[in-house]
Every structure is written in structure tokens, then in C-alpha cells.
């Protein structure tokens, strides 16, 4: 498939569902094509002491992250590429689009992402067969995810998180984020993504950033539209315990 633009996501990652919904207000601005693809925050940290380097409920997000990506390449593989934006859709909505279930920890959370019960429902919505759910503990996607997540790296560079987005594949330019908290209105929308696409065209960029995020405008934090979010300090594009 020959689109204007690549978006490789993980969906368990708020920072890629943000810049996900970015790019599809982009996209019916400038009648863009999109490829949804895939990389695993799971595969990228298979070899991370978790317990010594990340807070203890990521290990069970980023697992339940990878779980949903095989689902992904199954819809894929039996009903075409056109079928991962809705199931990406679905997926962001009911993870960072929903309110947070005060009735469970974030950990239970997290694993109930990786689940038939989530998934079901979610498959239904997007018009899928809900036995793709088999897919979940189907090992041998794997393979393709990980092709997929090396595939993306190979463009930035591996001290990347996601997402990472190639505008105008094969040859055009591909950067990773912009980590964005808050949707930006309609109408400067795509004013951020040409800013955002010129400063990556220039040969000798590099690297923009600070590490102060606030936390995403997402129901699934509890924050609403518009307000401030609170300012975290991050580090390798994670909340890690330590370098």
C-alpha cells in the first residue's frame, strides 16, 4: 500500500492515541492516505529489568499492548490493511476516550486490555469477526510485529518511543511523536503538522524536546478538554524509575 503517510502505533500508548487523532484531523484536511502499523512498546523492552525500570503496572500495559497488536495483524491479514484504522480507532476509545474504573487498580486495568472481554466488544464495534480474538495469545504474530517495530526504528533511531510517523514514504522524511497532550484546534491543526514536517525536512535537525509533559487531555486520566494537565518529568519517552 503506497500512502502519504505511515503511523506506527502501539495502542496502549497515550501519547500515540493523542498524535493518532492529530494526524486523522490532518488527514481530512489535506485528503492524506494513512497506513497503521505497528510497533510493540513490549518487543522494544523485551530485554528491560521492568521491576527495576518502570513503575509496576507497565509491564501488564505494555503486555496487554502487544496482545492487541496480534488481534490487529489478523484483522489485517484476513480483511486488509483498511481494517486496522477502525480496530485502532476502537481501541483508543474505550482505553483513553472512557472514563477510569474506579472499581479496579491500574494494574487490573491494564491486563483487562488484554483479554477476550475487552477485545470482543471492541471487534463488534469495528465490524470484525470477534473470533480474531483467538489472536491474543497466537505467539507466531509476533514475528511480524516485531519486523514491523524494527522497521520503524530503523527510520528514527532505537532511543525512540512511539509513535513514529513516515510522511511520504519510501524516501520522505520520518520522526518520532510529536508527543502532543492536548489536541489542537481544527484550524491550526494543520498549521502544527506543516511546522512539525518542515523542521523534520531539514537535514540537520536532530532532536527537539523537554522531558516536563503533562499528563494527556484523555477521559482515561481523569483530566477534561482544555484543562492543564498535571506536569510529569519523563525520561526515554517513559515514566522509568530510574536511567
Same mark, same amino acid.
Given at each position: 500500500?503506497?500512502?502519504?503517510?505511515?503511523?506506527?502505533?502501539?495502542?496502549?500508548?497515550?501519547?500515540?492515541?493523542?498524535?493518532?487523532?492529530?494526524?486523522?484531523?490532518?488527514?481530512?484536511?489535506?485528503d492524506y492516505t494513512v497506513d497503521w502499523r505497528f510497533i510493540s512498546l513490549r518487543l522494544?523492552?523485551?530485554n528491560v529489568d521492568y521491576d527495576a525500570?518502570?513503575?509496576?503496572?507497565y509491564e501488564a500495559g505494555h503486555t496487554a499492548g502487544l496482545r492487541l497488536l496480534r488481534v490487529a495483524a489478523r484483522a489485517r491479514a484476513e480483511h486488509g490493511r483498511e481494517a486496522v484504522a477502525p480496530l485502532y480507532a476502537?481501541?483508543?476509545?474505550?482505553i483513553f476516550d472512557t472514563a477510569p474504573d474506579d472499581h479496579r487498580t491500574e494494574g487490573e486495568v491494564r491486563e483487562l486490555r488484554g483479554t477476550r472481554k475487552f477485545v470482543e466488544p471492541i471487534l463488534a464495534e469495528a465490524g470484525l469477526p470477534l473470533e480474531l480474538a483467538e489472536a491474543l495469545d497466537d505467539e507466531s504474530w509476533d514475528i511480524e510485529i516485531q519486523q514491523e517495530t524494527d522497521?520503524?526504528? @530503523?527510520?528514527?533511531? &532505537?532511543?525512540v518511543?512511539?509513535?513514529i510517523i513516515h510522511f511520504e514514504p519510501p524516501a520522505g522524511v520520518a520522526f518520532f511523536g510529536p508527543v502532543i497532550s492536548r489536541l489542537p484546534h481544527e484550524d491550526s491543526a494543520v498549521e502544527l503538522w506543516d511546522h512539525v514536517v518542515a523542521l523534520a525536512r531539514f537535514p540537520g535537525f536532530a532532536e527537539l524536546k523537554r522531558s516536563l509533559r503533562e499528563q494527556p487531555q484523555l477521559a482515561?486520566?481523569?483530566?477534561?478538554?482544555?484543562a492543564v494537565g498535571k506536569q510529569e518529568d519523563?525520561?526515554?519517552? @517513559?515514566?522509568?524509575? &530510574?536511567k
Open positions: 500500500m503506497d500512502a502519504d503517510i505511515n503511523f506506527y502505533f502501539d495502542p496502549v500508548c497515550p501519547f500515540a492515541w493523542m498524535t493518532s487523532k492529530w494526524v486523522r484531523q490532518v488527514q481530512k484536511r489535506r522494544i523492552n523485551a525500570h518502570f513503575p509496576p503496572e476502537a481501541f483508543g476509545t474505550h522497521e520503524a526504528l @530503523s527510520l528514527t533511531g &532505537k532511543d518511543g512511539t509513535p482515561a486520566f481523569g483530566i477534561d478538554v482544555d519523563w525520561h526515554g519517552g @517513559s515514566r522509568r524509575q &530510574k
